[in-house]
């Protein structure tokens, strides 16, 4: 059944600006687009089912690229110290919580209606190490019709006990989930790659130990799944990096020689101080960027230097990294990410500030890359979208890119009135 | 009338901490708190009618302390300019629209019930240089009944003609401002400073001539009036002060020569670079600092060092600066100033960042101080308040300071179902 959706389409092929197609149409067929145009008749349109959005603008769904849903209950909490401490102190005691199965589906499923609620569709999220409630939040994704890449944690030093798994344990949890959610990842797939697939997911190299490191990666390589991790967030952190792996030359290298940096598709959140061998690394393997500005601004961790990442050619998205971020509307990340290349440029001139296409580049079609061919409207991309009625900030004739600006610096769930995901609407509540 | 009303009551009576009365009572009479106290028996309440809030939080309004009225449909647009040429671009374009009075009127609604849905209930507010539309905005201030000080702007150089006014013709109008909303600016008058008057507002030095300078004084000295400008936002605009001015040792001398600089009470906007003599002149003449983090962000202006002022026993409320702000809830601009606080802290760990009750001591009690006994809940303070039910908020056993921490983070307009100010509740709609 083919459908055509009618609205304002705004999105961004390309890095640098925007596509804008005044009342203009969008041609879905399983999922897919296949046609994009400003009149109907160019579009093979006898068949469809028409739906005319009026003036509301229509615009790629949010991906968001790192985001700990276990963290959910301290959101917009327990903002006073940097990382290291902030996790023994405010964190680790929370994701403990998370081997009851019961309050995992409570809070999991608040977290859920929340990606929805502010318009995500896709995430690269962290569980914890408990198997069975990071199954639970891959069911409760899959109820939903949303696509999440979901990764069992790997830990096994430097944390507490309850949250400490054997090397056997963390690769015989992640078997069984490997198992249960097919785990195929190729962006031209027949059939379609599952919306809900695990992803490989050692917290970060201090909590692992190099057995756990060497485990995740071999899985990885073994079942041709994504991996996702944490990167030079913080100084005090990557000193100890440094501390724990004395032979590796970067911390990025503490990821590489176990196989977790770009062997499979990778993306690293943070990357705050990734610079030289690291960013030549990052480069070569092509790994990517989870931008997290909200959470480097909270947990005072710094301002990464993405129009440096930008110019070199690496492939950046954004993350809101709840809690260490508090807010996980995306759109409100890519706020804070002009904002926070603004400080960064008011330091360094020759480093321009980003613009709002490059901002929504990143949450979209480059975010969404991780995910397949996903947050463009082009033919070939599955239909992930929002439908944003902006007519209370639309009061005083704004042109349709002024009024997505507003929309994306001012608005709020209240403005999105449908969600697709894969070309299915998602309806929550 | 006597009325007591019953809820959690969180403020600041100090900069550093919380006052966090659970299940407690506030008297007000004659728009005054007469009491506060956590047994009802130990307040006079016999003819009293009491209010129960249940399990809201009850907390003073907020104080914005800078925000230009007529960029309001500017806000959250055309951020991808610095300072000066951003004005020339946008800003002076738009205000140049408010020589109608239509075009006013239709505006300034809009924009003070925006400041009242997010919970301000006192500004400290630029007009334009339109007489007319100044004195349109200050009745519909009075009409919601809510405070303000409304400053017509001073400006006659380096502006478009029609933003340009004599001296005489400011002085004029200024006058005829004066003559209409009483004046009288005293903390304990009796009867009570009427909630909207005039605030001298020279626009920023490189907008006026010495004559408009030395005219803005004279006036702020005869009326006894209060004063706002702008100062050392940007270090272009400091650069352009300093050849305008060159006989001013700094950007404040280059007012305090006119009388602008704390001969009455003065706030100053942003302060980004305020520094060594800047910085003690300030002090020795008690003029207060309006923050404006988001602005500064987004203009790329720098990160102004709070910490700094406040060790220097400075006075520093928040501001909201739309449109260089794009955020008029005083409480995301709570957060964006720990979280600039939190940049510097990086660059400078001497500097410790700024703290949840720092914040909102400015936002309440500090910003209050300059509009009388506002922003406390003490006995003699005027009842400005804010009833916020977070109970979508709070599902996890929070801690009433969790909850203002979330509220504060995550929050929006949708919890705040009551608005105090001077003791009236405040409707609009």
Redesign the interface.
Known sequence: MKRIYKAHLLFTKERSRFEVLENSYIAVENGCIVGVASDLSSLDYKSAEITDFGDCLLIPAMNDLHVHAPQY?N??????LELLPWLQNYTFPEEMKYADLHYADS?YR?FVFDLWRFGTMRACVFATVHTDSTRLLMHIFQEAGMGALVGKVGMNRNCPTELTESVEDMTQGCESLIEEFPQFYAQNSQPPTPLVRPIITPRFVPSCTPEMLRACGELAVRYQLPVQSHLSENKDEIAWVQALEPESSCYGDAYDRYGLFGQTPTVMAHCVWTDGEELELMKRRGVMVAHCPTSN???????APIRKFLEKGLDVGLGSDISGG??LSIFKVM?YA???S??Y??QNQEMT?L??PEVFWMATKSAGSFFGHVGSFEPGYEFDALVIDDSN?N??N?SLL?RL??Y???G?DRQITHRFCRGREIKMQ
Chains 1, 2 share one sequence.
């Open positions: 209950r959101q917009g909490m327990a903002m006073d809070l608040r601004l909270n947990l005072a961790s710094g301002m508090h807010n706020v002009i904002q926070t603004k400080m440029y008011q500030f613009t709002l900030l009061f005083n704004y002024e600006e507003r994306i610096y001012l709020d």
